[in-house]
Nanobody, 128 residues
Framework: QVQLVESGGGLVQAGGSLRLSCVVS????????MGWFRQAPGKDREFVAA????????AYADSVKGRFTISRDNAKNTLYLQMNSLKPEDTAIYYC?????????????????????WGQGTQVTVAS
């Protein structure tokens, strides 16, 4: 069973930065494609960023492109999300997700329903 634990959320001023981490336990992280999603109050959960199992390719929502960077360190079983130039509209609970994938040609997974494992979330609040 895969377990995901996020950390790194908090309160930050607009324009600031945060780095989220997601530690994978129970299985080897390198066997899994992973992604970040977020859910703001009163809104549906939405895609933020995704990365292939080997970190070779990544994808981003238009709203975060150029400001957020997804990366992974499979030796540490950890997924990251570096968030720069944060805006109040980035305020949300951020979730990491994983799904088994060793297909070399499969692109980053953007669809929530394709992920089998989810963390409990970490709150990010951006003050204006």
């Amino acid at each position: 069973q895969v377990q995901l634990v996020e950390s790194g959320g908090g309160l930050v001023q607009a324009g600031g930065s945060l780095r989220l981490s997601c530690v994978v336990s129970g299985r080897t992280a390198s066997n899994y494609a992973m992604g970040w999603f977020r859910q703001a109050p009163g809104k549906d959960r939405e895609f933020v960023a995704a990365i292939t199992w080997n970190g070779g390719r990544s994808a981003y929502a238009d709203s975060v492109k150029g400001r957020f960077t997804i990366s992974r360190d499979n030796a540490k079983n950890t997924l990251y999300l570096q968030m720069n130039s944060l805006k109040p509209e980035d305020t949300a609970i951020y979730y990491c997700a994983a799904t088994f994938s060793l297909t070399a040609t499969r692109p980053p997974i953007l669809t929530e329903s394709e992920y089998n494992y989810w963390g409990q979330g970490t709150q990010v609040t951006v003050a204006s």
